[in-house]
């Protein structure tokens, strides 16, 4: 690569991604265990089936459909009102951000996040050109709000992400610190900023959305996926909610027919089961409320968590741990965070397999 005429703000710099390996327990990438019901299974056939007797023909190229479902979704599962307008879909929530920055960032402006946080955040920023500035958290992982108001005044950047729950902590960002963030990117800059909240586990919280927040603020986004809480990671359905403005703008850099129309059959049949879907996501909060009240109980110290995993320690060498549990057959997530690893919540019986690994574990550790 090296001989290659690489931009430089990506020479020395690694693709995003997570050791597949074949373990027993697969802990490491934040999916949904549960694979999709079989009626759901059949559904998606048969939507596919109709779907492929026309893909001579492009599909839709403004998803109406999906959007109008999207927003459906939406309106019901927070209780605010969004219609088709207000949402946009791509292929994942990392498309959706990258279709932000290239209408938002791009040469000579910048993005900020505040880090520890989801990695394409500032691997998207530097993809499309967009210079990538590292906002400050505690200690605990919580957003300093001051420290951030503060660094968004100083550094002016054009778009402000806020990941919640944060990736890969686990912890929930307030709507009163979502609004104080906003207030300071629109005073930072003439014309004011975009403020993207990133709500890939937002389904996953103990408290509201912060989709609400988006009523009278033109400049904030709400991104989602339904990798997560839809159990559909193979399915790459991320969506955005916004003012009818922003979806008219990231229209201007989408790719022509971007999201196939088998992409938008299967979600659109994934949306007719959100009740059974959503009643994996009522088991799968329940059994990591286990793992963080168990990790505790067996001497780690754990981040609180509002998303589909958890993140814990701490340890003198994160990265031994890590490959002790792997030794054991079970895979989790060394995210780089020094003194952290994170564990995605599985069935019952891999969390059971998770824990009883870090027991023994410790317990050698200790002797």
Known sequence: MDELPLRDELRGKSPYGAPQLDVPVRLNTNENPYPLPEPLVARIAEKVADAARALNRYPDRDALELRAGLAHYLTRTTGHPVDRAQVWAANGSNEVLQQLLQAFGGPGRTAIGFEPSYSMHALIARGTGTGWISGPRRADFTIDTEAAVRAIGEQRPDVVFVCSPNNPTGTAVD????????DAAQAAKPGGAMVVV??????????????????????LVVSRTMSKAFGAAGLRLGYLA??????????????PYHLSAVTQATALAALEFTDTLLGYVEQLKSERDRLVAELRAAGCEVTASDANFVQFGRFTDAHEFWQRLLDEGVLVRDNGVPGWLRVSTGTPAENDAFLDAVRKLKKETAA
């Open 175 to 182: 709507a009163d610190t979502v609004l104080a963030l906003y």
């Open 198 to 219: 990133d709500e890939a586990y937002g389904e996953f919280s103990h408290g509201p959305s912060l989709l609400p927040l988006i009523e009278g603020r033109p400049r």
């Open 242 to 255: 916004a003012a009818p403005a922003v979806v008219d703008a990231v229209q201007l850099v989408r790719l």
